[in-house]
Each structure stands twice: as structure tokens, then as C-alpha cells.
């Protein structure tokens, strides 16, 4: 399998629902699109190649991102995951990062 194959798969795997899980995935891919990728390594190998080519992944993201319109706007939208920063309004008030961040109630965490 190449790695543009490794890639497409990669992908693939994040845009189809229902395939969180890596094995899961592996398994849907060697069923219905081995016809597509004859290639398609067991579940440890996937996995390997998936790692390995962490360095070529993040270099098509980058591509991709770079082809968006929305790259030179001085703006970025992000989905994330809140992080703590700080617990209290004078230690948000205290920090660097005051002014930028938020301090707030997070339902999911109860905090």
C-alpha cells in the first residue's frame, strides 16, 4: 500500500461516521474497499503506517489549510477543547493570558 493509498484511507476514516474506532475502521475497509485499496494491512500495520506517516499527514493538513480562503485572514476559528487556565476570576485577572481568554463554567466538566 502507498502511502497516498495509506492517506486516503486515513481520510476516508475521519469523514465516514461511525468509525471512531481504529479497529472498527480497518475491519469496514478490508470488507467493503479492499476492491479499492488491495493493500489494506491488519489492524497492527495500519496502525504503524498511520504513525509513521504522522509527518506526511501533517503536511497535507498544512497544504489543505494553506488553500483555504479563510488562511490569510488575521481571524482563525478553532474547535477545541476548553483547557483550565485558571479556577478563579483573580487568577484569570493575574494571567498572561488575560484579555485573550475567558473565564467561565464548563456544564460538562461541572466547573
Known sequence: MSDAELLCLVVAQHLLHGHSSESRWVRYARTHLSGLFPGIPQQSGYNK????????????????????????????????????????RETVKRS????????????????
Open 49 to 88: 503506517r498511520v504513525r509513521a506517516a504522522g509527518t506526511l499527514i501533517s503536511a497535507v493538513i498544512t497544504a489543505l489549510a494553506k488553500d483555504t480562503e479563510s488562511w490569510h485572514e488575521i481571524l482563525r476559528l478553532l474547535d477545541s477543547t476548553p483547557v483550565p487556565c485558571g479556577t478563579s
Open 96 to 111: 498572561d493570558l488575560s484579555g485573550h481568554a475567558g473565564y467561565g463554567y464548563c456544564a460538562s466538566h461541572s466547573r
